[in-house]
């Protein structure tokens, strides 16, 4: 359990490292250096090896974050055409389905939140709108394990408090609770809308607007597309305060998800929306161009997950650009010049990096080739999106049911309700309370101080 994910430090904080050489005009050369990325990224996994549990990565990082790398790597193959980590991809997507084919196993369902399972369901939508072999015929599809998280979502909506919206956590007893926001909500967004872009079943538009419309009414979407964090709603609060930490995947999240809707719409509504959350973007988390994590990076405080987050924009914004070619002049360049700064970043050397000495890649891309010391899945998987995303114009767009998408469904998965997936909890342990969910609000929050988040483990 991590209070502050201060990421180590290595004694060769601050020295000049040999940055990783891309000629940008070469697609080669660019797939060469995502390739090395990549690999330095897998060398943390070891889900494959005999005697280890597929999909799952090594303490530090959550399960959600191997569903994240699973959906990057897929990405990676889409991009590059390499295809040398698609077979542990497939392995790994296929063992965490869980009883009930929806990301929900049996291992991680204690501490499982909304936004956990998001990621992975993000990374079935992935695997199907790239066309990513499908499981065999008598097993679920990838469309189908996403329509399964869908319908759970669905099931899981609360009006009681805040008048709708998902809870960060599903369990009473895990804190966060009380605390509904962004990156659950956007996980559902994401999903409904990809959904409808993807299989035309206007229930799944309806839920997009449903949704979009409660982040709005509650200002986690603010008239100029300003996306906060979430709000709390304990002690009577109904969600009033709202945490105003921005993130970079809050605003991916339903960037890309707005993208979809324009895109099978071609509704003004979400073209406005796509090109007002594009524009919020690029003026939030860019500095001369090189995309950072406004809420923790300057400080040097964000934590293992927050770490990750950089590589979910990049992909998002990419597959905006290709979606709403209104918005490409606007993202292209920032993903290029950001690409261009992550690079500078990854000649570095670090006990926590497991692949060769001088490869491993920092976390802030605004040090130029000075090595900020840090090394780990996030920073690896970060340096790799943003470098393959800038291929995004050769790569071809997510395919649906109508032009090649050929991942079997099923409307009604999932099952019914949360009932009888967890055995009432006995002790509470510390562990327990503290679930191994995301953890973003809650650390930025002691950060910040002032911010008043009521978030009690029942
Ligand atoms: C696991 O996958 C990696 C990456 O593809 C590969 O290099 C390694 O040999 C695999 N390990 C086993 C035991 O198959
Ligand atoms: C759950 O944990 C057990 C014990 O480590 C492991 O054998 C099994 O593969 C895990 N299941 C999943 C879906 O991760
Ligand atoms: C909470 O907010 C909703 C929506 O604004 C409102 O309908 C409800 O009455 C509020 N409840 C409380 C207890 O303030
Ligand atoms: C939808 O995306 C495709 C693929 O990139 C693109 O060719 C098309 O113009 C987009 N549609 C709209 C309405 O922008």
Known sequence: MRFFGVASVTALLGSLACALDVDWSSDESVKSAASQVAYGLVKYYSGNNTGDVAGNLPDPYYWWEAGAMFGALIDYWVYTGDDTYNKITYQAMVH?????????????????????????????????????????????????????????????????????????QIWTFNNGYNYKNSISNGCFFNIAARLYRFTGDQKYADWAEKIFAWQQDLKFIDTDYTVRD?????????????????????????????????????????????????????????????????????????????????????????????????????????????????????GGTSSDFKGPAGQACGFSWLKGPAYDGNAGVGEQMNALSVIYSTLVDKAPAPFTSKTGGSSKGDPNAGSKSDDGKIERPRDMTMADRAGAGILTTLVLAGLLGGISLVVSGD
């Open 230 to 346: 979430g709000a709390g709603y304990a002690n009577g609060e109904n969600c009033s305060e709202v945490n105003g930490a921005l993130f970079t995947y809050n605003a991916g999240i339903f960037l890309v998800g707005a993208a979809h809707m324009y895109n099978i719409t071609e509704d003004g509504r979400w073209k406005e929306r796509t090109t007002g959350l594009a524009k919020f973007t690029a003026k939030t988390f860019f500095k001369d161009g090189v995309m950072y994590e406004i809420a923790c990076e300057p400080q040097g405080t964000c934590n293992t997950d927050q770490q990750a987050f950089k590589g979910h924009l990049s992909r998002w914004m990419a597959t905006t650009a290709q979606l709403v070619p209104e918005t490409h002049d606007t993202l292209s360049p920032l993903l290029k010049s950001s690409a261009k700064a992550a690079v500078q970043q990854c």
């Open 96 to 168: 965490q389905v869980g009883d009930d084919h929806d990301y929900m196993p049996e291992n991680q369902t204690r501490s499982l939140g909304n936004d956990d399972q998001g990621f992975w369901a993000m990374a079935a939508m992935t695997a199907a709108e790239a066309n990513f072999e499908n499981p065999p015929e008598d097993e679920p599809g990838w469309l189908a394990l996403t329509q399964a998280v869908f319908n759970e979502y669905v099931s899981r909506w609360d009006t009681k408090d805040c008048a709708g919206g998902l809870r960060w």
